[in-house]
């Protein structure tokens, strides 16, 4: 398996040769969509793209964690963290993937 990281250049690069817009129109366009996708999730909406999978904020409240190499306990402060539940769609074709 490789590890190879898709890139907003990797993204802006796709729009160009897919949709035919300027290598700068694709790269705003990215950029434009990244931004409105995180406004909302910074805002506190889920955001669920239809057979890909939904990104949602979620608030996780304070605990106390264990370090695990010395057994002390730590406090964990309260934060937002964000979650991805990817589509069955998603998940099929990413299994699929596997069995090649």
Known sequence: MTEKTLTRMDLSEAVFREVGLSRNESAELVENILTHLSDALVSGEQVKISSFGTFSVRDKAAR??????TGQEVPINPRRVLTFRPSHLMKDRVADGNKR
């Open 64 to 69: 106390v964690g264990r370090n695990p190499k």
